[in-house]
Every structure is written in structure tokens, then in C-alpha cells.
């Protein structure tokens, strides 16, 4: 998992097969990478400088954190991301303050076994469902759930599997407009990402 810094000039990435295991950051110049967080991986950089990432807790799970790379604060967050195959479910709004992901709350990883779609309020660390009428689930070939979030903030990007295709979604986030389907694919994407142009990648 890769992720920019938001003035450009550092990419935070993760190792999660090789030791030191963790997060690092090297300049987009070149140069040395630099250890920010062990035994950690899935970095999504905030505009604030702080980073989500997912580490295990005290119970094994993979638990969503804020990170502060310039003072070493580590929050811990009422989220329990999926992550079958170390690739977090989880991408932050533009504007830092949400974020989403597919997992459960810590109440609801403690009794009910779906996973969900969730948005994160980061200031007051509360969630709510967000489509809470779809069933949402990862494709049993490919153990990833890929979530983008569009330019604008408006909407969430996700798919869903339908029969043999696999349907791009768009949700709003926030809940007053209905889901829209954008294509249909033949196979899983790893991931997603749209541009600042709209483009779907």
C-alpha cells in the first residue's frame, strides 16, 4: 500500500513480507527510506500530516490507528478494517475529516461476524453505516475489498459482485442520493483510484 504526502514530496509505503516489517517513508526525489512505524501497514496520509494505518491490537485484529509521525502519538479508532490479505480496506476523505472503510466497530466485531461499510467521523471518532440496505462483500477469488473515494468528496466508490461481473458502485456519502452503478467488470480490481479529472483507474 502506497500513499502521497500531502505536499507531494514523501511516499509513505508499507512492508508487510520482509523484515523490518512497517511503514516508511522516502523522498520522491531518491534517497534513503526511513522507518515511521513498525508493525504496521495500509498508510492513508491526512492533510494535517498524520497518517491512518492498521496494526494489530491486544486481540490479534486489525485495528485502525492515527498516527503522528512528528510527535510518535498513536490513537487507536473504533475501526476493525477487513484486511484477509494485508490490504486494508480503508481510504480517507480529501478533506480529513472521514474516513471509510469495510469492517466492523469494536461492539460489532465482538458479536456479528458481517462485514460493513462504514464512514468514520475522525474528530469524533464515531461511525455510521453508510448503504446499510446493500449486502457489500469481498469477491471469494480475491480476499480485497478496493474502496475509492471521487475528487469531490461526494462519493464512495466500491464493488459489488453480481453473478459472474463485478459492478463499480458509486455511493454518496452522505446517504441522500441513490447508488448508482458506473460499469460492470468481468473480474475483480485490486484497487481503484479516480482523478482529479474524473478518470477511473
Not at 485495528?63 to 487507536?76: H, S
Not at 471521487?150 to 464493488?159: G, M
Request: glycine share 8%.
Amino acid at each position: 500500500e502506497i500513499s502521497w504526502s500531502p505536499d507531494g514530496t514523501q511516499i509513505y509505503y508499507d512492508r508487510e513480507f520482509s523484515v523490518p516489517r512497517g511503514i516508511y517513508t522516502v523522498s520522491r526525489f531518491g534517497g534513503e527510506e526511513r522507518l515511521v512505524l513498525s508493525d504496521a501497514a495500509g498508510p492513508e496520509a491526512l492533510p494535517d500530516g498524520s497518517l491512518l494505518v492498521v496494526r494489530r491490537n491486544k486481540d490479534r485484529n486489525f485495528q485502525l490507528n492515527r498516527f503522528w509521525p512528528d510527535t510518535g502519538r498513536l490513537e487507536a479508532l473504533d475501526a476493525l478494517p477487513y484486511a484477509e490479505d494485508m490490504c486494508p480496506a480503508v481510504r480517507a476523505f480529501h478533506d480529513g475529516k472521514d474516513a471509510v472503510f469495510f469492517g466492523k466497530t469494536m461492539e460489532q466485531g465482538n458479536g456479528n461476524p458481517a462485514n460493513r461499510l462504514y464512514i468514520l467521523d475522525l474528530a469524533s471518532g464515531k461511525s455510521r453505516q453508510l448503504a446499510p440496505e446493500m449486502e457489500l462483500h469481498p469477491a471469494a477469488a480475491l480476499p480485497i475489498f478496493p474502496i475509492a473515494v471521487t475528487p469531490d468528496d461526494r462519493s464512495v466508490l466500491v464493488t459489488q459482485v453480481s453473478g459472474d461481473l463485478h459492478r463499480v458502485i458509486s455511493i454518496p456519502r452522505d446517504g441522500a442520493e441513490p447508488v448508482r452503478t458506473l460499469l460492470n467488470l468481468t473480474s475483480t480490481p485490486a484497487s481503484m483510484d479516480e482523478s482529479q479529472g474524473g478518470d477511473l483507474y
